[in-house]
């Protein structure tokens, strides 16, 4: 689950990371109130919406009247903001956070991840602050310093030396670095996140570091003790067809491609996108319909399939093993009485009560396409996917 920049921040002043002053609006009439409270005479107007690229996109506005930051408030709220992360729909701006202008000397780099290959949280810092890090990672590598925490020895001061002079900071500056580090551990862990950003962490013209955006990211896994970070959660800004699957206990993840699919078991979806890759397709959605697969549940799944748009072509590849390839049958034929299937569907069914399903779905008059192996179902599906496009 991600959170909104000023709900990470809120984190962060919990944990004592210095975060410029700032507050939050829903409607373009609480602006002049809260650029009154935070006082001054220039103020920056951010989009709160989970995607990062604001700036570039026009998420980020600086403003020097209140009149200006109302205008910027009329023209952001209720309208979708598209970045180069958010996708070409865009996401909805429901709130904006005002900040006091921060002046900025340098914009530097830092975050923490969980680093699965060491199995230890990884802080990532870099002078190249305040852009694309992917970028930087590749283009510039020598750039990007890193340091590994082991979970049994926490962060070291050793290690937040070794950053704080790779970044060029000063001694004083070294020291709040280790503060700031020591905070984000604390944050990091204790509310078991996957990621925390800080991009820009920015050396004021004082020579002070602030977190000036922030990113948490939290491992869903891990919700279930942590109900205040729960309440959190902003419906407007998931994908609505993740939060459909979560209420049919789906386990369905949106992707970038055209193909959908349909599979029972995480591992065979995982080869079922694999193999769609490997004959040249790209699979629209991860979507494991779980062992226990009633009608009812295929049918949701085989819906929430053709609800997305950039779908072309729908494979269905079941293994019969706990669940009947019968039952699917009924689940899809069920699904295409609901809802209008307007492309080709490709199944490959396998294993228990295989043939009865098959037989199911020819008799049924629906137009499908069978396939006797996976891969041929992946060649047939990728091949219905390009006549369709
Ligand atoms: P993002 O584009 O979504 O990552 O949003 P950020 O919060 O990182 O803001 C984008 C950029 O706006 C930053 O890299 C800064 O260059 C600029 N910016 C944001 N807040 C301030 C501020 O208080 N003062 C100044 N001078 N620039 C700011
Ligand atoms: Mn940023």
């Known amino acids: ?70 205008a910027e408030a009329r023209r952001l709220l209720g309208s979708r903001l598209v970045t180069h992360q958010s996708g070409p729909a865009g996401l909805p701006i429901g709130t ?6 921060t002046p900025i000397a340098q914009e530097l780099y830092l975050s923490a991840l969980v680093d699965r290959e060491s199995r230890q949280i990884l802080f990532i810092a870099s002078a190249a602050g305040g852009m694309d890090i992917e970028q930087v990672a590749a283009q510039t590598p020598e750039r990007i310093l890193l340091t590994r925490v082991h979970v049994a020895a926490g962060l070291q001061p050793y290690q937040v030396r070794r950053l704080g002079f790779g970044l060029g900071l000063d001694a004083a500056q070294i020291k709040a ?144 093993g706990i669940v009947r390839c019968d039952l699917i049958a009924e689940g899809i034929i069920q699904a295409v009485r609901d809802v209008h299937v307007g492309v080709p569907v490709v199944v490959r069914l396998e294993g228990t009560n295989a043939h009865q399903g098959l037989q199911m779905l020819a008799a049924s008059g629906l137009a499908l396409e069978t396939a006797a192996s996976l891969a041929e179902a992946a060649d047939k599906v990728v091949a219905a996917a390009a006549r369709t496009h």
Request: proline share 5%; charged share 20%; with cysteine.
């Open 1 to 70: 689950m991600n959170l909104h920049e000023y709900q990470s921040k809120q984190l962060f002043h919990q944990y004592q990371i210095p975060i410029p002053k700032g507050v939050t609006v829903s409607t373009p009439e609480a602006v002049a109130d809260a650029c009154a409270e935070l006082g001054g005479a220039r103020w920056v107007v951010k989009a709160q919406v989970h995607a990062g690229g604001r700036g570039k996109a026009g998420g980020v506005v600086l403003v020097d009247s209140p009149e200006r930051a109302a």
């Open 96 to 101: 904006l956070l005002i900040e006091v202008p």
């Open 177 to 320: 670095l280790g503060k700031l580090m020591g905070g984000l551990y604390k944050l990091f862990t204790e509310s078991d996140a996957s990621l925390v950003e800080v991009n820009p962490l920015v050396v004021t013209e004082s020579g002070e570091l602030i977190a000036l955006d922030a990113k948490v990211n939290l491992d869903d896994n891990a919700l279930y003790r942590h109900p205040d970070l729960e309440a959190l959660r902003d419906p407007s800004q998931e994908d609505p067809r993740e939060a459909e699957a979560k209420a049919h206990e789906l386990n369905y993840i949106s992707l970038e491609g055209n193909i959908g699919c349909m599979v029972n078991g995480a591992g065979l979806a995982m080869a079922t996108m694999d193999l769609v890759q490997l004959h040249g397709g790209t699979p629209a959605n991860f979507l494991d319909v779980g062992g226990g697969a009633t009608a009812d549940r295929v049918a949701e799944a085989f819906k929430l399939i053709l609800s997305d748009p950039k779908v072309r072509a729908v494979l269905v590849n079941i293994f019969g």
